[in-house]
């Protein structure tokens, strides 16, 4: 049985710092590039950053508003992936999804961030 299962999240200030993580198994997950999205209350889910399977500096990418704030990366040996979020501000509000990429696609639960003062 293929699992995702996600931590971290919660309410922070803007400006402040949280840390996701997205724990795997049931799957080769060195095998499956691997993604963060989010959705915002009354929008569509958006992808924030996406890692390759190896994780090089050439294999990570983000979405614009998050590019100098946000860091993907990976544990191929813990079979996790973690989104790092700096300076987070309240447009940064969502549910944020993990996704093992590939056919079929996998998700992971969600898991609340609230940027609010």
């Known amino acids: 049985q293929v699992r995702l299962v996600q931590s971290g999240g919660g309410l922070v200030q803007p400006g402040g710092s949280l840390r996701l993580s997205c724990e795997v198994s049931?799957?080769?997950?060195?095998?499956?590039?691997m993604s963060w999205y989010r959705q915002a209350p009354g929008k569509e889910r958006e992808v924030v950053a996406t890692?390759?399977?190896?994780?090089?500096?050439?294999?990570?990418k983000y979405e614009d508003s998050v590019k100098g704030r946000f860091i993907i990366s990976r544990d191929n040996v813990k079979n996790t992936v973690y989104l790092q979020m700096n300076d987070l501000k309240p447009e940064d509000t969502a549910i944020y999804y993990c996704?093992?990429?590939?056919?079929?696609?996998?998700w992971g639960q969600g898991t609340q961030v609230l940027v609010s003062s």
């Open positions: 996704r093992a990429r590939g056919a079929p696609d996998y």
């Open positions: 049931g799957l080769a997950f060195s095998r499956y590039a």
């Open positions: 890692i390759s399977t190896t994780g090089g500096p050439g294999g990570l």
